[in-house]
């Protein structure tokens, strides 16, 4: 059957998801798109179901290895209902419904990162998806945009999937980092191109446009930045956050 109308309840909780309030209710997010949808399976997260734009492709999608080891089929909507249902101006033709992870706050087993209330939730989906690519697989977000809000999940490019996410207060994070190196990005620190850190430090990035909280900065052992030519005073965070993870994850080490 093929679902036509916004007002049916499913199109109405699958569009939830796009806010927040929804996410929070249902505890789980949109994946758009078929590279997401399978990578997303592909990584072990729990689909709770997949809805496909009810076309004249449908039956070829349903012949893939992601549908074939599906338990439930998918739901059929129309294209007026699929458009409600996702967040992409053009989307692909496939959404899933994915259950978000319940972590607690740890200690980190490796290199790690601080998001210290970053706002924009696209450039935490683009912080996420370098820090997965640079081998940060541990992120704390403290007072942060949702990183499985749609704009997000579409910047991190997969990285969501792959990251361990744990989000909370400064209060509740700060005491997991306990006995970590904390190195604080920072435009006034020291040079990240000469910094030799250890194998365990957390990066600390801070907000857009205030950089980091006061607690934050008062736990950092150490602040770095990256060189840059006049008039230029800053980067962009995911940008600055990318070219430090980089720096101190592989450019800096001392030779064996």
């Known amino acids: 059957m093929v679902i036509v109308s916004k007002q049916n309840p499913v199109v109405k909780e699958l569009a939830s998801l796009k806010e927040k309030k929804g996410r929070r209710e249902?505890?789980?997010?949109?994946?758009e798109g078929g590279k997401m949808v399978s990578e997303c399976a592909e990584s072990g997260?729990?689909?709770v179901r997949i809805a496909l734009r009810a076309t004249e492709e449908r039956d070829a999608l349903t012949q893939t290895p992601l549908f074939r080891s599906?338990?439930?089929a998918p739901v059929l909507l129309g294209e007026d209902a699929f458009k409600a249902v996702c967040d992409e101006k053009t989307p692909q033709g496939i959404v899933a419904e994915v259950k978000i992870p319940q972590t607690k706050i740890v200690p980190p087993k490796g290199r790690c990162l601080l998001l210290d209330g970053l706002a924009d939730p696209a450039n935490v989906g683009a912080i996420v998806r370098t820090a997965a690519a640079a081998g940060y697989k541990e992120i704390y977000l403290a007072e942060c945009a949702d990183p499985y809000a749609p704009k997000s999940v579409r910047?991190?490019?997969s990285g969501v999937f792959y990251c361990k996410l744990m989000r909370g207060t400064r209060e509740e994070i700060l005491p997991a980092l306990a006995g970590v190196p904390l190195l604080a990005a920072d435009m006034d620190g020291e040079d990240?191109?000469?910094?030799?850190?250890p194998e365990i430090f957390c990066l600390a990035?801070?907000?857009?446009g205030n950089g980091l909280s006061d607690a934050v900065r008062r736990?950092?052992?150490r602040k770095v930045g990256i060189p840059m030519q006049a008039p230029m005073e800053s980067l962009n965070a995911a940008v600055s956050a990318g070219i430090t993870m980089y720096l101190l994850g592989y450019g800096n080490r001392k030779e064996e």
């Not at 249902?26 to 994946?31: A, C, E, Q, S």
């Not at 990240?192 to 850190?197: E, L, M």
């Open 26 to 31: 249902r505890g789980t997010f949109l994946v």
């Open 45 to 47: 997260m729990e689909i």
């Open 70 to 72: 599906f338990a439930s």
């Open 155 to 157: 910047a991190s490019m």
């Open 192 to 197: 990240a191109f000469k910094v030799r850190p």
């Open 205 to 208: 990035i801070g907000n857009e």
């Open 219 to 221: 736990r950092a052992d």
